[in-house]
């Protein structure tokens, strides 16, 4: 059965400082893989998504998540946080060869930007 | 605009009074799901449904209901609501029921039972 698994559900940084979110998933085949972005009082939005392409994935305001296969791990990085990162980050996985349809959500994340 | 429409995005409600969360969709996604969200649990599906018609049962399914009678529309039903699905909802559509297809959220419902 996939999971996902979300180290540290509260991480906080200095606005400039690099942003380290982490997320191991299990799977038994090469999953798909997703980052989405929750701001407060708002529904999820994709930042990126990995689909066994480029392992290093480009997202949008500046995120990016490097899928490592030997590490079971798709953590999400950026350089530097600017204090609109603060949200919640849900890391997902889903299975390419299931009938389900079913995207798994890790328990997030939440980032806090200290001036 | 492409969007994902919940309604009521707040909701007061008292043990057993029959509930319907409405959500539509804009962009002819075949595959529509339902969320809720709780502290420390992440999302965890209801239902989902892959075309009109056709749903089935998400990982927490317990006292709720759908249907998918249009392809737009994919209502939540709580026959007889309790304290515990006190929660945030999430209608979620994608174009069709493939994996690596981004998924597009509504803007939440907040539930509360008491």
């Known amino acids: 059965a996939q999971s996902v698994t979300q180290l540290g559900s509260h991480v906080s940084v200095s606005e400039g400082a690099l942003v380290l979110l982490r997320c191991n998933y299990s799977?038994?085949?090469?999953?798909?893989l997703f980052w989405y972005v929750q701001y407060p009082n708002q529904g999820l939005q994709l930042l990126l998504k990995?689909?066994?392409?480029?392992?290093l994935v480009k997202g949008i305001n500046g995120f990016e998540a490097e899928f490592k296969k030997s590490e079971t791990s798709f953590h999400l990085t950026k350089p530097s946080a600017h204090m609109s990162d603060a949200a919640e980050y849900f890391c997902a996985v889903s299975d390419p060869d299931s009938s389900a349809s079913k995207i798994i959500f890790g328990s997030g994340t939440r980032l806090s930007i200290r001036p | 605009e492409a969007q994902v429409t919940q309604n009521p995005r707040y909701l007061i409600t008292v043990t057993g009074k029959k509930l319907t969360v409405t959500c539509s969709q804009n962009?002819?996604?075949?595959?529509m799901s339902w969320y809720r969200q709780d502290p420390g649990l992440g999302l965890r599906q209801i239902y989902y449904?892959?075309?009109?018609?056709?749903?089935d049962k998400g990982d927490v399914p317990e006292g709720y209901k759908v249907s998918r009678k249009e392809k737009r529309n994919f209502p939540l039903i709580l026959e007889s609501p309790s304290p515990n699905q006190t929660s945030l909802y999430f209608c979620a559509s994608s174009p069709y029921a493939i994996e690596a297809t981004e998924a597009f959220f509504g803007q939440g419902t907040r539930l509360t039972v008491v």
């Open positions: 449904s892959m075309n009109v018609e056709v749903t």
């Open positions: 990995y689909t066994s392409a480029a392992t």
């Open positions: 962009m002819n996604h075949e595959y």
């Open positions: 799977s038994s085949v090469p999953p798909y």
